[in-house]
């Protein structure tokens, strides 16, 4: 599975981005993907995921802000964020896992997106 990721940029706080992940090579809806982001000096940390079957699982931080949704007609993947906060500044990838499950470690993850950067301030 290739992943190719988009959409990041500047956005100010309470603003909002839009995030998407086309794969090629395999169908998205045979795969549990994911979004992980990873800001300077911290680990990569899991955001939101969609399993097999479209369940969804999301980080606390981004409960109610943020949604992770699926096209299968364009096989790609993704990530609705409102209200952005500064703290949401991070470079974010997608990821995609033969797993049944969404996992919120990297490690399950084989496949992923080169990175797109989400900077957000005033």
């Known amino acids: 599975v290739q992943l190719q990721a988009s959409g990041g940029g500047l956005a100010q706080p309470g603003g909002s981005l839009r995030l998407s992940c086309e794969a090629s090579g395999r169908t998205l809806s045979t795969v549990s993907v994911a979004w992980f982001r990873q800001a300077p000096g911290k680990e990569r940390e899991f955001v939101a995921g969609m399993a097999w079957g479209g369940g969804t699982n999301y980080a606390d931080s981004v409960k109610g802000r943020f949604t992770i949704s699926r096209d299968n007609a364009k096989n790609t993947v993704y990530l609705q964020m409102n209200t952005l906060k500064p703290e949401d500044t991070a470079v974010y990838y997608c990821?995609?896992?033969?797993?049944?499950?969404?996992?919120?470690?990297?490690?399950?993850?084989?496949?992923w997106g080169q990175g797109t950067q989400v900077t957000v301030s005033s």
């Open positions: 990821a995609a896992s033969s797993n049944f499950w969404v996992s919120i470690t990297p490690g399950p993850y084989a496949y």
